[in-house]
Nanobody, 129 residues
Framework: VQLQASGGGLVQPGGSLRLSCDAS????????IAWFRQAPGNEREWVSC????????NYRDSVKGRFTISSDSAKNTVHLQMNSLKPEDTAVYYC???????????????????????WGQGTLVTVSS
């Protein structure tokens, strides 16, 4: 069962969007949920992560101070609030669970793509004037 990402769209530079990730149908155990993004011609990169256990968060440097990840445990949903959007934020955004934890590491501490999945269709975010 894949996670469902939604909330993408077209927004002007400096604008905001709120993405949602529905994990309600995902029944297997996992350590965290993360957002990744992939721009045309680029590798898929990690954006932000939130731990299932203690709610700890982590962000890539380029989005710190602009993006906020949060979880609604009652609805099993994770949100990504994106403010002050830039053209370089344009990408397809995916959410996925961390289903493998490296020995000695904490959830979200080293968000390697190979430790996350399954990958759904994603939601397109376009930042353009």
């Amino acid at each position: 069962v894949q996670l469902q990402a939604s909330g993408g769209g077209l927004v002007q530079p400096g604008g905001s969007l709120r993405l949602s990730c529905d994990a309600s149908r995902f029944t297997a155990d996992y350590y965290a949920i993360a957002w990744f993004r992939q721009a045309p011609g680029n590798e898929r990169e990690w954006v932000s992560c939130i731990s299932k256990g203690d709610g700890g968060t982590n962000y890539r440097d380029s989005v710190k101070g602009r993006f906020t990840i949060s979880s609604d445990s009652a609805k099993n949903t994770v949100h990504l609030q994106m403010n002050s959007l830039k053209p370089e934020d344009t990408a397809v955004y995916y959410c996925a669970v961390q289903n493998r934890l490296r020995i000695g590491s904490l959830p979200c501490q080293f968000p390697l793509k190979v430790d996350f999945g399954p990958w759904g269709q994603g939601t397109l975010v376009t930042v353009s004037s």
